[in-house]
Nanobody
Framework: VQLQASGGGLAQAGGSLRLSCAAS????????MGWFRQAPGKEREFVAV????????YYADSVKGRFTISRDNAKNTVYLQMNTLKPEDTAVYYC?????????????????????WGQGTQVTVSS
């Protein structure tokens, strides 16, 4: 399966951006698709994930209330709407997919549990 991410770019603080990630097939319908990010010199960190079968979502505390993960089932696509952006949101954003869901949500927030990754898209927020 391939993940194709798009969107991102440059925004001012307080602005909005939308990321998209299309999967080449329905491989993740029994698992999850989500977003991680990696800032320079930092480890890749969890942003948001959606359990595909029921549409339940989970967010990192740092983005809760500002970011929204959503999906288009017919297009095998997951979106990340990012509002009220902050300079600290600047990072390369990666979409990821996992074929099965892990009940322990902490595991679903770990990048090590994901076997499929998109190519990454840069998000830069200026102050």
């Amino acid at each position: 399966v391939q993940l194709q991410a798009s969107g991102g770019g440059l925004a001012q603080a307080g602005g909005s951006l939308r990321l998209s990630c299309a999967a080449s097939d329905r491989t993740f319908s029994g698992g999850a698709m989500g977003w991680f990010r990696q800032a320079p010199g930092k480890e890749r960190e969890f942003v948001a994930v959606m359990r595909w079968s029921i549409g339940r979502t989970y967010y990192a505390d740092s983005v809760k209330g500002r970011f929204t993960i959503s999906r288009d089932n017919a297009k095998n696509t997951v979106y990340l709407q990012m509002n009220t952006l902050k300079p600290e949101d600047t990072a390369v954003y990666y979409c990821a997919g996992r074929r099965t869901w892990i009940v322990n949500i902490a595991s679903m927030m770990s990048p090590q549990e994901y076997g499929s990754w998109g190519q990454g898209t840069q998000v830069t927020v200026s102050s």
